[in-house]
């Protein structure tokens, strides 16, 4: 199956800062990524739809600029949380189905995750 | 709207015995259904899916899921387990009109005991 790499696996930081996680799809273009958050013990929540080229779709409830997301190119997009707080920790994943597969069809393909722990 | 239900949390089985792992789904339309297993802290991996054609799929490691359209079931089997199929286990079912949107169910931990 198609790979999709996440980076980085963990993270630990101070409250207030900015974190950068990358997702890349390895051997497939990827035009549409999918980023979801995941609470422990408990289902996948999708955040937003990335777009390559254009303004990522949120979901209800997700705060755009608190998470920020840039699908620059066909291989790559990024998920910033802004000024994290406690409350940010968690688990984030990346997804990603590609342009040449079956749009109806396809199914997703998954990053590793990115734990998240904010101090 | 789409759902899919996962009722039980957990699953616990004897090493060797079959394993059901139980999914219902409600959606308007031909559903297309998905199962993925997630291992601790990594992300999830792709089982099966059905979208068409025999009620019985075939997926990765052994398993296999039936599609019961009158029951809107679709429950993941495997006809003897192993202490390695451990893991946290996902239904899914892809948007209707949405065809980028797939909506989880809560998952399912599946112990298997040696």
């Known amino acids: 199956g198609a790979v999709v790499s996440q980076h980085p696996s963990r993270v630990i930081c101070k409250s207030g800062t900015s974190v950068k996680i990358e997702c890349r799809s390895l051997?497939?273009?990827?035009?549409?990524m999918f980023w979801y958050r995941q609470f422990p013990k408990k289902s996948l929540m999708l955040m937003a739809t990335?777009?390559?080229?254009?303004?990522?779709?949120?979901e209800q409830g997700v705060e755009k600029d608190k998470f920020l997301i840039n699908h620059a190119s066909l291989t790559l997009s990024t998920l910033t949380v802004t000024s994290a707080h406690p409350e940010d920790s968690s688990f984030y994943i990346c997804?990603?189905?590609?342009?040449?597969?079956?749009?109806?069809?396809?199914?997703?393909?998954f990053g590793e995750g990115s734990r998240l722990t904010v101090l | 709207a789409q759902s899919v239900a996962q009722p039980e949390d957990q699953v616990n089985v004897a090493e060797g015995n079959p394993l059901t792992v139980k999914c219902t789904y409600s959606?308007?339309?031909?559903?297309?259904l998905f199962w993925y297993v997630q291992y601790p802290n990594r992300g999830l991996q792709f089982l099966l899916k059905y979208i068409t054609g025999d009620n019985l799929v075939k997926g990765s490691y052994g398993f296999e899921a039936e599609f019961n359209k009158s029951q809107t079931s679709f429950h993941l089997k495997k006809p003897s387990a192993l202490v390695s199929d451990s893991a946290l286990y996902f239904c899914a079912v892809r948007g209707v009109y949405n065809f980028n949107k797939f909506y989880f169910g809560s998952g399912t931990k599946l112990n298997v005991k040696p």
């Open positions: 990335s777009n390559e080229g254009s303004k990522a779709t949120y």
């Open positions: 051997d497939f273009q990827a035009t549409t």
């Open positions: 959606v308007s339309g031909n559903p297309y």
């Open positions: 997804s990603a189905r590609g342009a040449e597969r079956a749009a109806n069809t396809g199914e997703l393909f």
